[in-house]
């Protein structure tokens, strides 16, 4: 199974301050067939289902904040939120769809300070 | 827009058996690979199955397999999940899932999910 692990388990940053969620797979997450990087992002606010943010490692989702991205190739990603908003506060997951059983990170939460 | 509506959660003893199910509405369902995901309380995720568009081919999660069933009725846009043999750490939210494009991939659309409860 491919472990996903990410750091840190919470962060506490300012409004208006880049916050920065890092996330390794045990394996590779490039398939170097069509050269594409099977690693997701979520957002889950309380009380509600995840929200996908990212897929493909550094697409962003339609609708989603450009100050949300991804970057990161192989094993080593990264979720940045460029300016921090009150409504970003959340529960952040990385998520590879690489192999089954596709497996989440254990999660980020994300608070204002 | 693209809905997916759970049903069937509640508390059930272990040992015990429920039937989760899922309508889907705004897209062609017969299309896409369908999945469910759960989140025990205060837990992460966890990928539980999927089922091809055809349901010729099936994945289960090693924690569920031999107990849980899943299986779609594409002319009732609808998804199940047969869950048997139920246990504690079954209990969780459970969500149904379709990724941004018909294979599995990411989960692009989540239901609201359906708590199950597995207790004496």
């Known amino acids: 199974d491919i472990v996903m692990t990410q750091s840190p388990d919470s962060l506490a940053a300012s409004l208006g301050e880049r916050a920065t969620i890092n996330c390794k797979s045990s394996q590779s997450l490039l398939y170097s067939s069509n050269n594409k990087t099977y690693l997701g992002w979520y957002q889950q606010k309380p009380g509600q289902p995840p929200k996908l943010l990212i897929y493909?490692?550094?697409t962003r989702e339609s609708g989603v904040p450009d100050r949300f991205s991804g970057s990161g190739s192989g094993t080593d990603f990264t979720l940045t939120i460029s300016s921090l908003q009150a409504e970003d506060v959340a529960i952040y997951y990385c998520?590879?769809?690489?192999?089954?059983?596709?497996?989440f990170g254990q999660g980020t939460k994300l608070e204002i300070k | 827009q693209v809905q997916l509506v759970e049903s069937g959660g509640g508390l059930v003893k272990p040992g015990g058996s429920l039937r989760l199910s899922c309508t889907a509405s705004g897209f062609t369902f017969s299309d896409f690979y369908m999945s469910w995901i759960r989140q025990a309380p205060g837990e992460g995720l966890d990928w539980v199955s999927y089922?091809?568009?055809?349901?010729?081919?099936?994945?289960?999660a090693d924690s569920v397999k031999g107990r849980f069933t899943i299986s779609r009725d594409n002319a009732k846009n609808s998804l199940y999940l047969q869950m048997n043999s139920l246990r504690a750490e079954d209990t969780a939210v459970y969500y149904c899932v379709r990724a941004f494009g018909p294979g599995v991939g990411a989960a692009r659309y989540w239901g609201q999910g359906t708590l199950v409860t597995v207790s004496s």
């Open positions: 998520q590879q769809y690489f192999s089954t059983p596709y497996t």
């Open positions: 493909w490692a550094s």
């Open positions: 089922i091809n568009s055809t349901g010729n081919i099936i994945y289960y």
